[in-house]
């Protein structure tokens, strides 16, 4: 059936509605970039500076006295090493995919034990954006001849999805998804609704 005037104007306000609730929701619920990677530097610093195990503290307090640096300066050069390996064809694949699977998969496992649902919503949205990372690696070595940083982008990418901090995932869905959801459930409402006389006039 042709959708008439009235159907149009219905579709286009559900749909705008729905993009003004997950636009409310974006501000209040998710960080912006800047405040989430600056909150998972803040957390990262206090959990090297709390150490329960003595043992591990000694280290920690042996590799600052060797190298005159503090613990989180060898965090970051560590990170940096790591974005290194990520730029290197024969180890960047195996890496990547460690990062952006191997935390996840345990933290989803961990997530569908619990009787809570929010966290397993989490990981449904976070493992929708890799399933289509899955699909562009297909195209991988045609993607590096251009883009080299290809494995280092997609790894920055997947971790600021999955961060507690940055919540990433949450920010694609509530940006994106769920507006684009919005408007095809309108617009999918709209057409299979019965057409009256008055709207065929």
Excluded at 51 to 78: F, H, P, W
Excluded at 162 to 180: N, V
Aim: proline share 3%.
């Amino acid at each position: 059936s042709v959708m008439h005037a009235s159907q149009i104007e219905s579709v286009n306000k559900s749909g705008a509605d729905g993009a003004k609730s997950s636009t409310s929701k974006l501000g209040n619920l998710v960080p912006g970039p800047v405040d989430g990677i600056n909150k998972a530097n803040r957390d990262l610093v206090k959990y090297l500076y709390k150490t329960d195990n003595e043992k591990t503290e000694d280290m920690i307090q042996s590799v600052e006295k060797t190298t005159q640096l503090k613990r989180e300066q060898v965090a970051y050069i560590g990170l940096a090493i790591l974005g290194g390996l990520l730029c290197l064809r024969s180890i960047a694949f195996f890496l990547c995919n460690l990062i952006a699977f191997g935390y996840p998969a345990y933290a989803s496992v961990k997530a569908v034990r619990t009787a809570e649902k929010d966290d397993d919503m989490k990981w449904v949205k976070y493992w929708t954006v890799f399933g289509v990372f899955s699909v562009i690696d297909t195209f991988a070595e045609s993607i590096l001849r251009f883009f080299p940083i290809y494995y280092l982008t997609k790894t920055v990418f997947l971790v600021h999805l999955y961060l507690p901090q940055t919540q990433g995932a949450e920010y694609l869905y509530l940006r994106y998804a769920e507006p684009l959801a919005n408007r095809i459930d309108a617009w999918l409402a709209a057409r299979n609704r019965p057409t009256t006389n008055a709207e065929l006039k």
